[in-house]
């Protein structure tokens, strides 16, 4: 959410920024909507401020026995009286249409952040490792896939498009790569949360789903929403709060199920494991001073970085342009892990800051140490990572020419020893 006040001292900056990420002008719409808001309520405080003076003048008119002055003030009360309601009904109206005009603006983009209009326009920070090449034809994991346990056809027939039933082999090594990926976030200082997965919509307007993305969410029949992504429970912990200085920074992290209706990626990666419906995902999720956010962003990005090298997976970092930013996003980082059967990078993890954009929609604030006011939270999410793809990405790297697939040594813990999948054959 942005602050009117700061666009109505510089409206044309405000517009720059958001030419960068293709979005029209909107100041002067914004700034018009604000000017008859405080109007009204100027003449609304007028208005009451008018009929307590008149109240003191009726009592001094009565006791100076003036009774045709009493009844002439008494008339013009009534009329504020009358014309009040409609003046507090004209500003709730406004200060909506204004709340909902800010509420559909994205956030600013860094002043790092590339220009451009989608992927093709993402800058390469770094590559990491080097992509894994066979002396057999690389299978894509849906080809790997289902002789260890991915079963496409019974998780559509049981739910429909986008959903696998993951049973066997692959199971044991989802819930292996989620409790790794939990241990190494936890390991670089983030709080373990259990957090609901169910949310109202004031905690998914506050991280930005709402009121924009909503066809991108599954809601329930008594009005609650499944939770995109653990970002919205775990930034909403700090909702509506004034910390101290001395809190920050909170970190958090969760291992949960997420729920999208990937209602715009139709005809995106119909096959697989790529994009479901219902999938587990470790997040991260920083509540930091502003002074802390940019270190944080790289801090928490190599955090994230961190899984993929200890899994000997071979990734590139890049760095989104503004047309490819997500909603909430002043600068995000993706990580793309290497996919041998498919000869590509793909998407593994998205690390945003997102400023103050998200701490305004919460009203989540903080005091500065020694004084007397409160500055509002900076919030950053990431995701360390995607658990399904990163599945996928140990099935293609690590597959053998038989089928089976080996075992990474840091995840060879969690499953006994164990050091090869093989497929059923």
Not at 40 to 53: C, K, V
Not at 141 to 147: L, M, N, R
Not at 258 to 278: K, L, M, P, V, W
Not at 384 to 399: D, F, I, S
């Amino acid at each position: 959410m942005h602050d009117i006040r700061l666009i109505r001292d510089d409206p044309a900056a405000f517009d720059a920024a958001l030419a960068k990420r293709g979005v029209a002008s909107q100041s002067a719409s914004l700034v018009s909507l604000d000017e008859q808001r405080r109007a009204t309520i100027a003449e609304s405080q007028s208005a009451q401020t008018r009929r307590n003076e008149l109240s003191k003048a009726i009592g001094q008119a009565k006791a100076q026995k003036d009774e045709a002055k009493a009844q002439s003030l008494m008339a013009e009360v009534a009329s504020l009286k009358e014309a009040l309601p409609a003046l507090e009904a004209d500003e709730a109206r406004l200060s909506a249409e204004l709340g909902d005009m800010l509420a559909a603006i994205p956030n600013l983009p860094a002043g790092d952040v590339p220009e451009g209009g989608g992927e093709d326009d993402n800058a390469l920070v770094h590559t990491r490792g080097t992509p894994t090449t066979f002396a057999f034809t690389a299978g894509e994991h849906d080809v790997i896939g289902p002789a260890l346990g991915l079963d496409f056809e019974t998780g559509a027939a049981m739910s429909g498009a986008r959903f696998t039933l993951v049973r066997g082999p692959a199971a044991k090594l989802q819930r292996a790569l989620g409790q790794f990926m939990l241990d190494h976030v936890s390991e670089a200082g983030f709080e373990q949360v259990s957090p609901p997965l169910l949310v109202r919509d004031e905690a998914v307007f506050g991280t930005g789903q709402l009121p924009k993305f909503s066809e991108d969410l599954f809601r329930t029949t008594d009005g609650r929403w499944l939770i995109p992504t653990a970002e919205v429970s775990l930034t909403n912990i700090v909702r509506e709060q004034i910390l101290s200085e001395a809190e920050l920074p909170l970190r958090f992290t969760a291992l949960t199920p997420c729920f999208r209706s990937e209602a715009g990626a139709a005809g995106r990666d119909t096959r697989g494991y790529i994009r479901q419906h219902q999938f587990d995902k470790v997040e991260m999720v920083s509540i930091v001073t502003p002074d802390m956010s940019e270190a944080e962003h790289e801090r928490m990005t190599a955090c994230a970085e961190g899984v993929l090298d200890a899994l000997q997976l071979p990734f590139r970092r890049m760095l989104l342009c503004t047309g490819d930013m997500g909603f909430t996003a002043a600068r995000t980082y993706d990580l793309e892990v290497w996919l041998p059967g498919q000869a590509r990078y793909r998407e593994i993890s998205s690390v945003s800051t997102c400023t103050d954009f998200q701490a305004r929609r919460m009203n989540a604030r903080y005091r500065p140490e020694g004084e007397k006011g409160t500055r509002f939270v900076h919030t950053l999410n990431g995701s360390a990572l995607a658990v399904g793809r990163t599945l996928v990405a140990v099935l293609e790297n690590y597959q053998q020419e038989d089928g089976s697939v080996a075992v990474p040594a840091v995840l060879q813990p969690y499953l006994g020893g164990l050091t090869l999948l093989e497929p059923k054959r």
